[in-house]
């Protein structure tokens, strides 16, 4: 069976402890292959590597850098179906999907922050004869710990703008799908990244602990679910590390008595079954007029029936892949089951699925359910799979206020073709990513991120430099110095 190393300084680098961990294709339930856990031999290489990366990759200017990244997205794209594959195994999302999204993205990110490398610059000002200047300095080593939905995008986004920025990066991706980081750092080590800058480390939270109490690492980058973010940020502020947190978020999705109805249909479709409702910023809460309801749930029902193919996920026919995991599985079909224990009326799905074309992977059939209320478990709660919630509404300030009656502020929609009500209710809503008349689109020029307990700080935007550097202040004395001494 095949045996994945860390990779450490432009290489694999073998674990002294030969502990490994194995890793499951979804689709399936077969063990596909092995990876080395990052032992204290690892660690400890993996931290003097980056330093070693960070004082070269730091002393290049912006323009060097942006050469080598450019490299590396270049090469993201030649080997785009080859990357896309990997990611259909390690979560069984569909390539349908995969080939034209996760590459994709994730490349463009670092074409973004590539472009954007030889403009990171600081201000000078004249003071009375004296003047000051500031420098945007990197920060030295961060560490970026990955979740497993989009594993190659993730570790894109969050390496883009750090090394953007001149910065060393030691990246964790889930142990659930470790390949891509992999196959990332390869490809960087390829372009002429220095050795060191971007290393790979492999294994669960032990590993990222190490990562988060760590006092050589001066920032982390993390996305997962909110129990664990609150962990990472207790652990970062040992040694005060700044950190970006992407977190889960259980998001409204609004739908006007105006809207276009086939579009809102796609977007409630798209917002809870695209990556089979593995989605951060799904729309799992589908607040739907009074009036347009009874026409907006034939459509729904009619086009889940038609049109969603669950199967092998490497068909290119197929549109609806597996769970990550079988515990993933199960605690998705008890969700389902507290929502008809708490009376949500079940309108399609609610179980498990055995497709022909892969009858041992874990699906979970596209689930809708009428009848909830704001208070029920299903409504509150993250599920993070194929689970839709259909509210009714009739004022707009009630469905505002029920909207924004959640701990999570990642992500909402409206559909409204009404501009004035699209843009009114979209300010009061209580979300770091916002859409009107769309739903899911994250290009690489949009700062992504959440209010609430969904994050702190912004992945992808220009804003996103600012996480990534500090300013230095140098104050340059011109007249003679005066002192009362
Ligand atoms: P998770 O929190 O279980 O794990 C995320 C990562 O943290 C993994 O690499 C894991 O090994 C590591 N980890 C676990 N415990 C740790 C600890 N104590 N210290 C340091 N690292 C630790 O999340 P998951 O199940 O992999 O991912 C699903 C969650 O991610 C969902 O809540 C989803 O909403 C969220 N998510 C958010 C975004 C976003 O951009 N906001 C994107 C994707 C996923």
Redesign the pocket.
């Known amino acids: 069976m095949q045996r994945y190393k860390n990779y450490v300084h432009g290489q694999p680098l073998s674990n002294q402890s030969g502990e490994v961990f194995e890793v499951i294709n979804p689709a399936t339930a077969e063990v596909i292959y092995q990876v080395e856990v990052a032992d204290e031999f690892i660690q400890n290489a993996a931290i003097q590597s980056a330093k070693q990366g960070f004082a070269k990759w730091s002393a290049m200017s912006g323009m060097e850098r942006q050469r080598v990244l450019n490299k590396a997205v270049q090469l993201l794209r030649e080997h785009n179906d080859e990357l896309a594959k990997i990611e259909v195994l390690d979560t069984g999302k569909p390539w349908q999907e995969a080939s034209v999204v996760d590459v994709v993205t994730g490349a463009d990110s670092i074409e973004f922050f590539a472009g954007l490398a030889p403009s990171i610059e600081g201000t000078q000002q004249d003071l009375a004869g004296d003047f000051y200047y500031t420098r945007k300095e990197p920060l030295g080593i961060c560490a970026g710990?990955?979740?497993?939905?989009?594993p190659l995008q993730?570790a894109c986004w969050k390496s883009a703008p750090a090394l953007a920025c001149g910065n060393a990066m030691i990246f964790?991706?889930?142990?659930?799908t470790p390949l891509g980081a992999i196959k990332l750092a390869e490809i960087f080590t390829q372009a002429g990244l220095p050795d060191g800058v971007f290393n790979v480390v492999q294994?669960?939270?032990n590993?990222?602990?190490w990562?988060?109490h760590n006092p050589e690492i001066a920032k982390v980058s993390?996305?997962?679910?909110?129990?664990?973010?609150k962990?990472?940020m207790q652990?970062s502020a040992s040694s005060l590390k700044s950190v970006t947190m992407?977190?889960?978020?259980k998001s409204p999705l609004i739908i006007f008595d105006d809207a276009d109805i086939e579009q809102a249909v796609s977007a409630a479709m798209l917002g809870n079954f695209y990556t089979q409702g593995?989605?951060?910023?799904n729309a799992t809460r589908v607040f739907v007029h009074q009036d347009v309801y009874p026409v907006f749930v034939k459509r729904l029902l009619e086009r889940i029936e038609n049109n969603i193919i669950a199967g092998d996920p490497m068909d290119p026919k197929v549109n609806f892949g597996a769970l990550?995991s079988k515990k993933?599985h199960q605690l998705v079909l008890d969700y389902i089951r507290s929502g008809l224990e708490e009376g949500a009326s079940l309108l399609t799905g609610g179980e498990a699925i055995q497709p022909h074309s892969a009858p041992h992977g874990y699906f979970v059939a596209p689930t809708v359910f009428a009848d909830c209320r704001d208070q029920m478990k299903i409504v509150r709660e993250?599920i993070?799979g194929p689970v839709m919630c259909l509210l009714t509404f009739s004022d707009e300030q009630e469905v505002i206020e029920r909207a924004n009656n959640t701990d999570y502020g990642?992500a909402a929609g409206v559909f409204t073709q009404n501009i004035q009500t699209a843009h009114r209710v979209i300010h009061q809503l209580q979300a770091g990513i916002c859409w009107i008349n769309a739903y899911g689109a994250s290009p690489a020029e949009m700062p992504?991120?959440?209010y609430k307990l969904?994050?702190i700080g912004r992945?992808n935007g220009m804003e996103t430099l600012q996480a990534y550097t500090q300013t230095k202040s140098v104050y340059v004395g011109l007249n003679p110095l005066e002192s009362p001494f």
Do not use: M, R
């Open positions: 710990i990955g979740a497993w939905n989009y993730i964790k991706p889930s142990e659930e294994g669960d939270a590993v990222g602990q990562l988060t993390f996305t997962g679910e909110v129990s664990t973010g962990k990472v652990a992407e977190l889960g978020g593995e989605i951060c910023t990550i993933h993250e993070f990642l992504v991120g959440g969904s994050g992945e």
